[in-house]
């Protein structure tokens, strides 16, 4: 790592980053090239695992069925205020990002592949209740979907997030206020 003062290596740290996270950038290799898709996922620290799920056919599952387990990747990002300098070169961001790497794998039989997407219901409806928010996941609906198991052999963070910085802005604010 070129800027090793950035580096995390507190694995709560880490965790608790990557359980508020809602979506990251899986990596995956296609017969020798790169694909990268982004995916909304769940954290299972009780297994060091991170769920993932998608259609029942394409691209990731053909990848990942050639593996059986096939490597791979999940970038996790968050972006803060830009952090402007005399020079353009010397500008810099606030960020956090954590990269999980392992083995991934399809997630088999009805009842395993619920229990993930009720933890993936969990994490991002909240709010919601199974049976009176909305319907519960029903049979075919599982049936239809891919459910990935990204065994976490590794990871790694990285941040930059200073106390206080003179003349930090936000990206998205002053990018309408110049559109608009």
């Known amino acids: 790592m070129r800027l090793a003062g950035r580096a995390v290596d507190d694995d ?10 809602p979506m ?4 995956l290799v296609d017969e ?6 982004n995916q909304l996922f ?3 620290d009780a297994v060091g695992a ?7 056919t394409g691209r990731t ?3 990942v ?19 402007p300098a005399e020079m353009p070169v010397d500008f810099d961001v606030e960020y956090a990002s954590v990269v999980a790497f392992g083995d991934i794998h399809l997630v088999e039989g009805a009842e395993r592949k619920r229990a993930a997407l009720e933890s993936l219901m969990e994490k991002f409806a909240p709010q919601l209740t199974a049976g009176a928010d909305y319907e519960p996941i029903a049979d075919a609906s599982i ?25 930090a802005y936000d990206y998205d604010a002053v990018r309408d206020e110049h559109e608009g």
């Not at 740290?13 to 359980?19: G, H, N, P, Y």
């Open 32 to 37: 020798g090239s790169p694909y990268v898709v």
């Open 65 to 83: 069925e050639a593996g059986d387990p096939a490597e791979a990747s999940l970038a996790i990002s968050e972006m803060g205020q830009l952090l």
């Open 143 to 167: 049936d239809r979907t891919s459910v990935y198991r990204l065994d976490v052999e590794g990871w790694s963070g990285k941040r930059n997030e200073p106390d206080s910085f003179p003349g």
């Open 24 to 27: 990251g950038a899986l990596g």
């Open 12 to 21: 709560e740290w880490i965790e608790a980053f990557v359980d508020r996270q």
């Open 50 to 56: 991170i769920y993932l799920h998608g259609a029942a």
């Open 42 to 44: 769940v954290y299972d």
């Open 61 to 63: 599952r053909r990848i």
